[in-house]
């Protein structure tokens, strides 16, 4: 598939997939003419790209992390190195965190509603 349905199925940018080829994310075939050409997984693939992003993770991290989970295809998987799963850990570690200072911070605003309503 071309850039653009590619773009239409996933809901991101030409911009963005251009970007995840050039960070080594994506891969295309080249059709004569020099377009790219995805294959049905990178749909998949995109989506799993965009919910690491989501996770917190930058391109780098998953670029490193990708080759360690399974394709749409069901293909063998690579073994994350301790580094990597030390990396991961720690980056679950700090969204913990922030999510506790979150919780505080909303039971914080909380008791001064409460004060606030006079309750």
């Avoid at 080594?24 to 997984?41: C, F, N």
């Avoid at 996770?55 to 190195?81: E, F, N, W, Y």
């Amino acid at each position: 598939m071309r850039i653009g349905e590619l773009a239409r199925r996933t809901n991101v940018s030409e911009r963005s997939l251009r970007y995840y080829e050039a960070q080594g994310l994506l891969t295309a075939d080249r059709t004569p003419g020099g377009h790219r050409d995805y294959p049905e997984r990178a749909v998949d693939r995109v989506v799993l790209i965009q919910e690491l992003f989501a996770a917190g993770l930058h391109s780098t991290k998953i670029a490193q992390l990708l080759p360690c989970m399974r394709d749409s295809d069901g293909g063998p998987s690579a073994v994350a190195t301790p580094r990597l799963v030390a990396d991961l850990t720690a980056e679950r570690d700090r969204i913990d965190r922030t999510i506790a200072d979150l919780v505080r911070s909303r039971d914080t605003l909380d008791d001064v509603i409460q004060v606030a309503e006079g309750t």
